[in-house]
């Protein structure tokens, strides 16, 4: 048994007088609107609702990649403003030969200054 249905049921369009035939179609092309147009609205609310999502899901993945690039030059500045050690080929001649009177680094330091030249100019 199908539901009953609420409310009076619709007249015919020929009971009535012209004037309330007139009112009695304009009122329901009026609530057909009105049902339309609360259709129309919920589907724009779920569409709207999917676009928040899509938009929030977009903001995280690019938060996600601002801490990435924010880490990655925080290394890069770590790594170029940490104190390194001076390689022979930076060194001037006289810690080369410092270095190579004291010992530590010797044999590397020796042949570095021959490749150089520099030992012979300092010594003269």
């Given amino acids: 048994m199908p539901p009953k249905k609420a409310g009076a049921p619709k007249k015919p369009e020929t009971v009535g007088s012209d004037k309330q ?3 009695r179609l304009y009122q329901r092309d009026y ?3 009105i049902r339309s147009g609360i259709f129309e609205l919920a589907q724009m609310e779920i569409d709207c609702d999917k676009e928040l999502k899509q938009i929030k899901q977009d903001k995280a993945k690019l938060l996600n990649l601002l801490e990435k ?3 990655q030059t925080e290394s ?3 790594e170029a403003t940490a104190d390194k050690k001076p390689t022979v080929k930076q060194m001037n ?3 080369v030969i410092n270095r190579a009177v004291k010992g530590k680094v010797a ?5 570095q200054a021959e490749k150089d030249k520099t030992f012979n100019i300092l010594l003269k």
């Fill in 21 to 23: 035939v007139k009112a």
């Fill in 31 to 33: 609530q057909a609107k």
């Fill in 69 to 71: 690039a924010n880490n």
């Fill in 76 to 78: 890069i500045l770590k």
């Fill in 93 to 95: 001649a006289s810690s």
């Fill in 107 to 111: 044999k590397n330091a020796l042949t």
